[in-house]
């Protein structure tokens, strides 16, 4: 019997039961703290405070103890939908049990990105971001502390004649269908509007002056939060998570891709999320939080920030 070992960085096979170790998306570990800006002016104080913004930069070790070969789908398919693969997106539909936590784990090569399941949803849907080739779908179980087994996994095969068309969809972090209300607010700003750029200032414009950051919510974020962008939009509230998952989702909805990006950047000292928009061809790194703040300081910026000011650690 062989047990295989992933970690990001790396994939070999040991002849001993072993612990895999899979770092969890940093950009729901933010704590933010201020906007310090690069032209030495301040953002309002106490402008982005944020209690753990999802995990502590925490690693996630899962025990396998099933003895499935590196590579071997596992038979049943009824868990995995694949009906969309040819827009980059899978669905993953897993009864949770109210007392046991589930992850999903999409790898490609020697990177992971790893998502919560949860009891309320019966569909979630994510993206395969990391270009064509086979990705491997997997299904996580916690067996105590923060050890997980695998429960089942697939074997996927991607092949997109534009990889951007994964930045149109919906998926967990960027949910929305064509009945909600941001939708509908994406298609009120944007009414008579031609071009994409007048559509993404549109919609920059109207966030960047109606949402404010929510400083309740950054003080008690769950680690397993993810945004609702119709309460974001009702509230008129949020957290950089929200700012930028409400952004894409009335992009996508009007036909423009775009990421919801973690990682870091100079304008903030801690993580954040933000977002890059396809705009004639390439893609422009804007950023509704910081811009939101420093409106609230009555300063301005433009919508297009520096990009080597931005480190991506994720992109959904």
Known sequence: MFFY???????????????????LPKGRDAKLQGLPVMDGSQLPKGVLSMKKFYLMLATLFIVVTSSLQAGTAHAATDWLNTSKLGQGIVSVSYEVPKDKRIKVMITKGDSSYTYN?????????????QGNGAYKVSVLENTGGNKYKLVTSETVNLSMNNANDVYLSSVQNVSWSSSDKAVSKADQLTKGLTTDKAKVEAIYNYIVSN??????????????????????????????????????????????????????????????????????????????????????????????????KYTAAKYY
């Open 5 to 23: 070992c992933w970690t990001v960085s790396q994939t070999s096979k040991i002849d001993k039961a072993c612990t895999i170790t899979a770092n």
């Open 117 to 129: 399941l949860f009891a309320s949803k019966k569909t979630e849907s994510f993206p395969l971001q």
């Open 211 to 308: 949402i404010k950051y929510d400083y309740t919510l950054a003080a008690n974020v769950a680690s397993d939060y993810i945004p609702n962008n119709n309460t974001t939009l009702a509230t008129k509230k949020g957290i950089c998570y929200d700012y930028a998952s409400l952004f894409a989702t009335m992009l996508r909805s009007e036909g423009i891709p775009t990421k919801l990006v973690m990682g870091n950047t100079s304008y903030v000292n801690t993580y954040h999320a933000w977002n890059e928009v396809l705009l004639d061809g390439k893609w422009v790194t804007i950023d509704t939080t910081v811009d939101a703040g420093l409106g609230k300081g009555g300063k301005t910026a433009s919508y297009a920030k520096v990009a080597s």
